[in-house]
């Protein structure tokens, strides 16, 4: 049975889901380059439907996710069936593959068993699954664990010189996200390096030329 207390937190991670997805749309491509970028992979979405082989794109799949802690699966938008979306890093004679997981049970595999006292290598080790998506969902482990009221800081090793080349790219608050700084730390040391910001005008214009 669910309780109420779980009801309610299950309701809010679904609203605070929705905002952060809506605010991704025209920069998930950004997004995926970044979380790259800042831990040193190339992991991307990708799922294929059993049924009508159909391919959603990353941004369809993280739609399609339920708000379920124990169902990572994905909605084909073609026939409607569910099925398991992954995270692929594609090298030149390897590639890895591991499970893309919803926000929810991204949320409910770390709030349990103490998992914040663990540093992220050793929940990679535990479950690479689960740190790959949180990091596309959340941004770091940091916002993750923050969102399940756990406190957890592991400052990302040189992280401006990872995201500098995103400055004016992508929006502050996504960077910011990223390497678990503020949207203001952001945007001052931007305005230092005389590097204007982003905005959808500008994401326009490129688009348009
Ligand atoms: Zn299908």
Not at 28 to 36: A, G, P, R, S, V
Not at 167 to 178: F, Q
Request: aromatic content about 8%; glycine content about 8%; charged content about 25%.
């Amino acid at each position: 049975m669910i309780g109420i207390g779980h009801a309610i937190r299950h309701k809010q991670a679904h609203v605070r889901k929705i905002s952060r997805s809506q605010r991704l749309e025209c920069q998930l491509d950004l997004l995926i380059e970044i979380t790259n970028a800042v831990h040193g992979d190339h992991f991307t979405p990708i799922g294929e439907c059993p049924k009508c082989r159909h391919t959603p794109a990353p941004i369809v799949i993280m739609r399609g996710f339920l708000d379920n802690s124990y169902d990572t699966t994905t909605v084909c938008p073609n026939c409607g069936d569910r099925f398991q979306a992954y995270l692929i890093a594609r090298g030149d004679f390897s590639s890895t593959r591991v499970q893309f997981w919803c926000p929810q049970q991204v949320l409910h595999w770390l709030g349990q068993e103490k998992r914040s006292d663990r540093t992220p290598d050793e929940l990679m080790v535990e479950n690479i699954s689960v740190v790959r998506s949180a990091l596309l969902h959340f941004g770091t482990l940091e916002n993750a664990f923050r969102k399940i009221g756990n406190i957890y800081v592991h400052q990302i090793d040189d992280w401006k010189a990872k995201v500098q080349p995103f400055l004016g790219r992508a929006s502050d608050r996504v960077i910011g996200e990223c390497v678990g700084v503020t949207e203001h730390v952001i945007r001052t040391w931007r305005r230092k390096l005389r590097i204007t910001g982003y905005s959808k005008q500008n994401e326009a214009i490129r688009i348009g030329g």
